[in-house]
């Protein structure tokens, strides 16, 4: 176990449904992160929060709306998405920003 | 762009050789951080070298910085079946950008 807890694991959606990906760290860390992970492609940062403060986001499509309630927890609301957004969506949690960072499992997201 | 590059792409060993990737970066680090991807999983933090060290270890792993070339290496020894994964470079600058990873296959 990484301490870091994301759900589901697997997500199949229409492009036209909203959705939510869910994540949970235990590590009592500061910061916390959304990545996408695509095949053959590099791992793409999205979003950054630290304090539950946003302190990044990538140009990423306002599709992708993330929420961040407290430092425990993350979320990335999903809505009218496009096949090219299928991916592995991973989430990191660090005690300060840009410290080593540990990741969940991730969630394989597939668009319809 | 700020992302590193690994090299090679992938590499396939018998177990018990010794496996070296490499990473290059672009920009200037405050630190470089190795992780490792087992196939479906989440990545996990391997080592982290400051911009002032040359060299660490930490059991079977030894990486390497160097900077006025702007790169580093990662040498697994005896490498073990369990070994096979991906492995990612991350620069850290004023925020961590990730290189797009080494594959590798340990056989048994």
């Known amino acids: 176990e990484t301490g870091v807890t994301q759900t589901p694991r697997h997500l199949v959606m229409g492009m036209t449904n909203k959705k939510s990906l869910k994540c949970e760290q235990h590590?009592?860390?500061?910061?916390m992160y959304w990545y996408k992970q695509s095949a053959k492609k590099p791992l793409e940062l999205m979003f950054v929060y630290n304090f539950k403060e946003q302190t990044e986001n990538n140009s990423v499509p306002s599709r992708f709306s993330p929420e961040c309630p407290n430092s425990s927890h993350l979320f990335l609301h999903l809505h009218t998405l496009q096949p090219e957004d299928s991916a592995l969506y991973l989430c990191?949690?660090?005690?300060?920003?840009?410290?080593?960072?540990?990741f969940g499992d991730g969630t394989r997201l597939s668009i319809l | 762009s700020q992302q590193g590059e690994e090299d090679p792409q992938a590499l396939s060993i018998q177990e018990g050789e010794n496996a070296t990737m490499n990473c290059s970066y672009k920009t200037s680090i405050n630190n470089l951080q190795w992780y490792r991807q087992n196939s479906g999983r989440g990545l996990v933090h391997l080592i982290l070298i400051r911009s002032n060290e040359r060299e660490k270890h930490s059991g079977r792993l030894r990486v390497t910085l160097d900077t006025s070339k702007k790169s580093s290496s990662l040498l697994i020894t005896a490498s073990r079946a369990a070994d096979t994964a991906s492995y990612f470079c991350?620069?850290?600058?004023?925020?961590?950008?990730f290189g797009a990873g080494t594959i590798l296959r340990v056989k048994s």
């Open positions: 991350a620069e850290e600058g004023n925020k961590l950008v």
């Open positions: 590590l009592g860390h500061n910061a």
């Open positions: 990191a949690s660090s005690q300060e920003q840009n410290q080593p960072q540990h």
